[in-house]
């Protein structure tokens, strides 16, 4: 949009407050009928009644209906607006989103409810967009599509809130609804939801995180899996639900016994993250589905093998076959455990035969390496808009693994207060969600765990970022990969109202290498390829292994 449209645009909406147009309130018209030639003057001129009349004999009802709306002239469709307007009818959400409005045909401004979203859209503005802040230009750009969609929901009958006079008040679901219908409206509904679920009179609340065991058993029930109807589908379910889902943040040991009962030993299993939970439980309904439609019941080394084989061949990436093997893997093996069976998982799933050696471990190209790093060091690099906020934060989260070597998923969590400096004037980053947390079992969640000194340019990125932090804590869950703590947070999303995830900065990282090295179908590099390369670059700078390990928390020279 040209800067001289959005200047008139603007001088257009402002215009309206003092036009010789008074708005008559929907308490002066109680009544859900047609405008009589008066009423219908003061917001229209006179020649135009002529246009009108034919359809004064129609029902209001009938005028609602897309078949006859979207058929009527263009006077005639405008007076159904202005019905709309006046809150005499409501018109469909079919109807008024692909309906383009003028402004200054209705005088918005003078109606609670667009008095209430000037309000409102000021108050959060500086929250949302906390870079644009103080630029009154891009401020009025943004808001037109904001009141285009305001103005599309009003017609409909919905106020943004109660006591602002519309026929019916917005809620989560009609935004839904109107994201589903409305495609190019659909940003705008959701900073619409944003703001109005910070107000405590709004009926719109904020999405409740579902733990991702729940949002799982949705899928399994919509899968038609569960509830279970055989020991098959029970001891897989039992197996994903109960056993592997414990494991998630929390170790466990598995017992061994004879025949007899007695116990045999006692064998300690480590946790597991959430996502390689969630992998593993993908896998397991698949199987779980190809049982059911193949009708299976009993549990049988010729059943398993059967199902597993049909599935096995049917799938074409490396990575879908390893871990669904593992995942069949991990399930015969509690299976044979708990229920003192004998089968013979070697019989069921061969291990494939390598005919070319395995690299273990990453070789990386230096070359590539050195461009990667200096591209993102570098202030002024076309490839990087630093005006686009999650561009401005994606990059220095990446600066900020290259210089202190820590995880994704510990920078994602970074609260602000995570820079200190100490007697000596060294500047260090405590990180309080760390992978050695689990090895810590005394420790609370929230103790730093992991401290790491940082020189003046990690420092500085830190502090730039500080600069357009979130104003108010976020929670953020475990089930994403957080510390299920609500705290400042160094990092946001898009519009400050949830946590930056890791997925984000490995697509900062594909689109940068994909502008660097074109011919590449898969990213080099990904963010946890940073801290290695954090590594590499000390140890050609000559700092000591000690210092390495520290850094890197590896607790052996040989990681």
Not at 21 to 33: A, D, L, N, P, Y
Not at 83 to 99: D, G, K, N, Y
Not at 377 to 399: G, K, S
């Amino acid at each position: 949009m040209e800067r001289g449209e959005i200047v008139s645009q603007i001088l257009a909406w402002q215009s309206l407050r003092f036009g010789p147009i008074t708005v008559r309130r929907k308490g002066q018209f109680e009544s859900r009928e047609h405008l009589t030639r008066s009423e219908y003057e003061q917001y229209r001129s006179a020649e135009t009644w002529g246009r009108v009349e034919p359809i004064l004999s129609s029902s209001l009802t009938d005028l609602v209906q897309p078949t006859i709306f979207f058929k009527l002239p263009g006077t005639q469709r405008d007076y159904v607006l202005l019905l709309a307007f006046l809150q005499r009818i409501s018109l469909p959400l079919e109807i008024v989103f692909p309906t383009k409005t003028e402004f200054n045909k209705f005088p918005f401004p003078e109606l609670p409810n667009f008095e209430y979203f000037d309000a409102l859209y000021d108050k959060y503005y500086p929250v949302l967009y906390p870079m644009d802040s103080e630029k009154q230009l891009q401020k009025a750009k943004k808001r037109i599509p904001l009141l285009r969609t305001v103005v599309c929901l009003w017609f409909a009958g919905y106020a943004l809130k109660e006591g602002l006079e519309g026929n019916h008040i917005i809620t989560s679901s009609v935004l839904a609804k109107a994201s589903k219908i409305a495609k190019y409206h659909r940003s705008s509904l959701t900073l619409l939801g944003k703001m109005l679920a910070k107000e405590t009179d709004s009926l719109i609340e904020n999405k409740p995180v579902i733990p991702c065991d729940e949002a799982e058993r949705s899928v399994w029930i919509a899968a038609g899996i569960y509830p279970t109807q055989t020991p098959f589908e029970e001891s897989l379910y039992t197996f994903a639900f109960s056993y592997l889902r414990q494991r998630v943040n929390d170790s466990i040991t598995d017992d061994y016994y004879d025949d007899e009962g007695n116990l045999l030993f006692r064998y300690g299993k480590k946790t597991i993250s959430i996502n390689y939970w969630k992998a593993i439980v993908k896998y397991i309904r698949y199987f779980a589905i190809k049982c059911r439609s193949k009708g299976l019941t009993d549990i049988s080394e010729n059943s398993i093998s059967e199902v597993y084989t049909e599935i096995f061949g049917q799938m074409k990436g490396q990575e879908d076959k390893t871990f669904f093997r593992v995942a069949l893997r991990h399930w015969l093996r509690w299976l044979i455990r708990t229920t003192n069976a004998s089968y013979n998982i070697e019989r069921i799933m061969p291990r494939p035969r390598r005919v070319m050696s395995k690299d273990h471990g990453r070789v990386f190209s230096m070359s590539k390496a050195y461009i990667l790093v200096q591209t993102l060091m570098n202030d002024q690099t076309p490839l990087i808009n630093e005006n686009i906020l999650m561009d401005f934060r994606h990059r220095r989260a990446c600066l900020l693994m290259l210089s202190t070597a820590a995880r994704p998923h510990e920078i994602v969590n970074l609260l602000q207060n995570a820079l200190f400096i100490d007697s000596q004037d060294n500047s260090w980053i405590r990180f309080h969600k760390t992978k050695t947390i689990r090895n810590q079992p005394d420790r609370n969640g929230y103790e730093w765990v992991h401290h790491a000194l940082v020189k003046s340019d990690a420092a500085r990125w830190f502090n730039e970022l500080i600069h357009f932090a979130p104003s108010e804590p976020i929670f953020f869950p475990r089930e994403w990969g957080g510390d299920d703590l609500t705290e400042l947070r160094l990092l946001a999303s898009k519009h400050n109202d949830g946590p930056i995830r890791t997925s984000g900065l490995y697509n900062f990282l594909t689109r940068i290498q994909s502008k660097l090295w074109p011919e590449l179908r898969k990213p080099y590099f990904t963010p946890h390829n940073l801290r290695a390369l954090h590594l590499t670059y000390r140890r050609i700078l000559g700092d000591n292994d000690e210092l390495l390990e520290r850094q890197a928390g590896h607790s052996h020279p040989s990681s």
